[in-house]
């Protein structure tokens, strides 16, 4: 792959012979591929068509089943998802890169044949020095050793962001990460990233210089609230696995060159992808044996949907919102009350001409912005050799959502004037803002705070045809795409367990409502969320009188025998 002299990416990792996870990840798809089909295939209606909710449908699929995912929007990709704007460019949600350390991310490229559209960086991180002369880095380089050498090399060789004595203090807190793993890390949930370091004797000066960035890139906020579990999962996988931290980025726009293949695989096996197609309504069994079961879904326009079996892949704030009121004193559901999303800005700015940036991901250091790459030089389809374009993370976010686009930018531009002092001025006075683009996702990943581990859903629920997918549910990567297609996977699994279960045995999955059509007329029957807008839900307070009659008809039909 080749701009030119410029070539794409280098080489992919050998993550087979690297990688115990990716093995792992490879054979839990076989398992689910390899059990015994079903009987007679159930409709899996998957509630949120991002990557937790294409994942959960690529495995039902797999599994023998008709998944029928329905988005809410009228485009894939959820927190993942992009715009292409009549110039032909395009915004994305997030600036999204894939590690190394995503075994199931890595297992979904290979299965769809895509892997050729990750370009891989060299093994490095590096960080921003704001506030020099010039635009300058600090970088941490990975040398071709096995893991935990390289990792040790690359920290010990940087000479210019840490002292000898914090290199030493860091390396000794994170032993027990090395040498104890998962079971290591999700006993640190309960403190912040600041407490833990203190606690070790980690100088402050080293969570200023290093985990403020990591923490606003893995989670949007900063280390006096994160918990440490989500760097220790991160660091724990970069300490275990050779090239845990290599980043690949994707060669283009999320929604075209990594959901629109999924909906293909889906759709070619039998499965149904719609988009526009928001839920409103979770409809229940109000009497007799199925009462609290899911009878059907109530979509806009008043359209009825039905299923066998009922995923939620939904991001956290809006399931929050459907769930019923009946389920809500539940333990499961009212733990999960506690999770919220956190906010998070992603910008967009072309430039009129190139700026000394180079081809990887960048953690600014800087008050305002998390993360940036010049995608012009990261992603085949947007490199140009004349002008830079930058995608930059703006977090924390909190109390700039409301802002507006304007005062948006000009924060963003003060930011990277401390970034690139010889090149750009807030006023405009050297490299000229030719477009700006921003995604602003009030409600984006779950908040990963300590003690919000006890409040994350499993899959399974405690109702019978009701599942529960998404990055905020039980899976050890926590909020990111990884664990979004981590909890897809898990979701399937449990629908196909419960199927397999259930058809040795007499039991009866609840009866499902009968499917009506969509009226165009109903109310806010017509509504599309606009272009770079997160979905709000909208929860119908009432549902149809029809389907109300049927309900109490079916509750008949099924009342015990006296």
Not at 1 to 29: C, F, Y
Not at 300 to 308: F, T
Not at 350 to 371: G, P, Q
Not at 523 to 550: C, G, H, K, S, W
Request: net charge negative.
């Amino acid at each position: 792959m080749t701009r030119g002299d410029k070539l794409w990416g280098i080489p992919r990792p050998n993550l087979e012979q690297t990688s115990e996870p990716l093995q792992q990840a490879m054979l839990a798809v076989e398992e689910i591929k390899n059990l015994p089909r079903p009987k007679e295939p159930k409709r899996v209606i998957v509630m949120g068509g991002g990557l937790a909710g294409l994942s959960a449908a690529k495995h039902i699929v797999d599994a023998g089943h008709v998944p029928i995912v329905l988005e809410a929007r009228n485009l894939l990709g959820g927190k993942v998802a992009a715009w292409r704007d009549p110039d032909g460019d395009v915004t994305e949600t997030g600036l999204h890169v894939f590690f190394g350390a995503y075994p199931n991310a890595m297992t979904l490229f290979k299965e769809l044949d895509i892997e050729d559209r990750l370009q891989w960086k060299d093994h490095a991180m590096i960080f921003a020095k704001p506030g020099s002369k010039k635009r300058e880095f600090s970088v941490f380089d990975f040398p071709a050793l096995p893991a935990p050498l390289n990792a040790a090399v690359a920290i010990l060789g940087n000479l210019d962001l840490l002292t000898w004595e914090e290199k030493i203090k860091l390396g000794i807190g994170l032993i027990p990460a090395y040498l104890f793993g998962q079971s290591y890390v999700e006993q640190q949930e309960g403190v912040t990233v600041k407490e833990w370091m203190r606690a070790r004797g980690i100088p402050d000066r080293v969570t200023d210089e290093v985990f403020i960035a990591m923490s606003k890139a893995l989670n949007f906020i900063d280390p006096d609230t994160l918990s440490m579990q989500c760097v220790l999962i991160a660091l724990n996988r970069f300490l275990q696995e050779t090239h845990g931290s290599k980043i690949a980025f994707l060669d283009g726009s999320p929604t075209e060159r990594l959901c629109e293949p999924l909906r293909e695989y889906i759709e070619s096996k039998g499965g149904i992808v719609r988009t526009n197609a928001p839920v409103q309504r979770i409809i229940l069994h109000e009497e007799g044996k199925y009462k609290d079961s899911i009878a059907g879904l109530l979509l806009k326009g008043n359209e009825v949907i039905s299923a066998d079996y009922y995923v939620s892949a939904m991001p956290v704030d809006a399931i929050k919102k459907l769930i019923p009121d009946s389920w809500r004193d539940r333990e499961y559901f009212s733990k999960m009350m506690g999770l919220k999303g956190v906010p998070v800005i992603n910008v967009h700015i072309w430039f009129d001409r190139k700026l000394s940036t180079v081809d990887n991901l960048i953690f600014s250091r800087s008050k305002l912005l998390s993360v940036y790459a010049d995608m012009s030089e990261t992603c085949k389809e947007y490199s140009s050799f004349e002008k830079s374009m930058l995608e930059m993370v703006f977090a924390p976010a909190k109390g700039w959502i409301g802002k507006s686009d304007e005062e948006i930018l000009e924060a963003t531009l003060q930011e990277l004037e401390n970034l690139f002092p010889d090149e750009i001025k807030a006023d405009g006075s050297l490299a000229k803002v030719e477009k700006f683009t921003c995604v602003k996702t009030a409600t984006s990943v779950y908040e990963t705070l300590p003690g919000c581990e006890s409040m994350r859903p499993t899959q399974l629920s405690p109702i019978p045809n009701f599942v529960m997918a998404g990055d905020f549910s039980k899976q050890k990567y926590l909020a990111s795409m990884e664990g979004a297609i981590l909890s897809g996977q898990l979701a399937a699994k449990v629908v196909q367990n419960l199927d397999l279960e259930r058809s040795t045995s007499n039991y009866e999955l609840p009866p499902k409502l009968s499917e009506r059509a969509f009226d165009g007329s109903v109310e806010f029957a017509n509504e599309v969320t606009p272009d770079r807008q997160l979905y709000r839900v909208r929860v119908a307070t009432d549902i149809p009188m029809q389907v109300r009659d049927e309900l109490k008809v079916l509750a008949n039909n099924n009342a015990p025998v006296v």
